[in-house]
């Protein structure tokens, strides 16, 4: 297994910007999940795909918004980006949907809106 | 709303303690997890507990699930300094496999 791996690592970016983070997940998970996680908060749940479908969605605004591709690889989009926005980005990903399997998480894409 | 709640949430001990981190949830789950995270790290998977009664060990380190009272304990025995980290319990309602997390708990443990 290759783990799950997020780019880019840290990302500086100014008010009103758009932003792109990527997520590659393991061979074989077709749920991935992308979080937001605050300084010093617990994870907080932005959506869900499964099968290329948003199946879930947490309470965050349109203005979030992602794409899951079939070789396994996602991206979460933000527009219009705000100060409070500033943050750790996780994707968790996982073999199947309500499985008994665990998420794994990838390491964390840090953006600063400036 | 499901609401995760952790407590301490912050705890400094001594090696070679024992000690237990409480997660208190508020609506039916039969899917719990605890995660470890350093400083500026990701969440490291600690434990995967799925049905009441689990109970489960790693090292120092022993998780429990008891779904009737939506409790889980995660218990320290003989603490080290390595253990110092923030120890968030997860738990998985099914509806879009979501994860509601627990507001964490941050472990120091001194010499």
């Known amino acids: 297994e290759t783990g799950v791996t997020q780019s880019p690592t840290h990302l500086i970016k100014t008010r009103g910007q758009q932003v792109t983070l990527r997520c590659s997940s393991q061979s074989g998970h077709n749920t991935v999940s992308w979080y937001q996680q605050a300084l010093g908060q617990g994870p907080q749940f932005i959506f869900q795909?499964?099968?290329?479908?948003?199946?879930g969605r947490g309470n965050f605004p349109p203005r979030f918004s992602g794409l899951q591709f079939p070789n396994y690889s996602s991206e979460l989009n933000v527009n219009a980006l705000e100060l409070d926005d500033s943050a750790l980005y996780l994707c968790a990903s996982r073999r199947a949907q309500n499985s008994g399997y665990g998420y794994t998480f990838g390491s964390g894409t840090r953006l600063t809106v400036v | 709303e499901l609401k995760v709640e952790q407590n301490p949430l912050f705890l400094s001990m001594q090696e070679g303690k024992n000690y237990t981190i409480y997660c208190n949830y508020s609506t039916t789950s039969d899917r719990l997890y605890w995660y470890r995270q350093d400083p500026g790290k990701s969440l490291e998977s600690l434990f995967v507990?799925?049905?009441?009664?689990a109970v489960k060990q790693e090292g120092r380190l022993m998780a429990s699930l008891d779904t009737k009272a939506r409790l889980s304990t995660l218990h320290i025995t003989a603490a080290v300094h390595d253990l110092s980290a923030t120890y968030f319990c997860a738990v998985d309602t099914g509806t879009a496999s979501k994860l509601t997390f627990g507001t964490g708990t941050r472990l120091q443990v001194t010499l």
């Open positions: 795909y499964y099968r290329e479908e948003e199946n």
């Open positions: 507990l799925l049905s009441n009664g």
